[in-house]
């Protein structure tokens, strides 16, 4: 018999066998709760897999709006900081990120993107310090961002097994 499982179904298997042949026999209390932690990345893997591409081209795309705005609000940059973030928003500015292209690409996107922001915020905080009102206006937008991020980070990570997580629900 030709079968060509998926990812998901692999991993299903996996977590099959685990549970089934592996962890009956597991008596040592830290390799049973190792092991368990395993069956929970698993888990989590399994619901990542159909819409970790669409989450992360439509999470980059929303990055380089962000960074869009971000330049345009620091478009006559009165010092260093302030001129650092106008150039990284004008560099991340790009054209809309297909949600199908190579997973290499744009995980390499997503990354770079993503590590923006500390030396953003980083600027923005000292232009704060300083009583710039546009970092207040720029750091808003930048938690927004990351606010948005970290409750869909919860619900694809950490989403209840039995419930079952909404993935890639907005």
């Keep these: ?11 299903a298997s996996v977590e099959q066998v685990l549970k ?5 026999h597991v008596a040592d209390p830290l390799a049973r709760q190792k092991a368990e932690m395993c069956l929970a990345v698993l888990h989590w893997a399994g619901r990542l897999i159909p819409v970790e591409q669409q989450l992360l081209a439509r999470e980059a795309d929303e990055m380089q709006r962000l960074f869009a705005q971000l330049a345009a609000l620091f478009a006559s940059p009165d010092s260093p900081e302030a001129h650092r973030v106008h150039e990284r928003g004008r560099r991340a500015q790009g054209d809309a990120v297909p949600a199908v292209q190579a997973y290499d690409e744009l995980l390499g996107l997503h990354r770079s993107l993503s590590e923006g922001f500390i030396p953003t915020l980083d600027d923005l905080h000292a232009l704060d310090a ?19 991020r970290a409750r869909l980070d919860l619900e694809v990570y950490l989403g209840s097994a039995p419930a079952g997580a909404m993935v890639g629900r907005s």
């Design 1 to 11: 018999m030709y079968d060509s499982p998926n990812a998901k179904h692999l991993i």
């Design 20 to 24: 089934s042949t592996v962890l009956p």
């Design 130 to 148: 300083r009583g710039c009102p546009r970092a207040k206006e720029g750091l808003a937008r930048v938690r927004t961002h990351l606010s948005r």
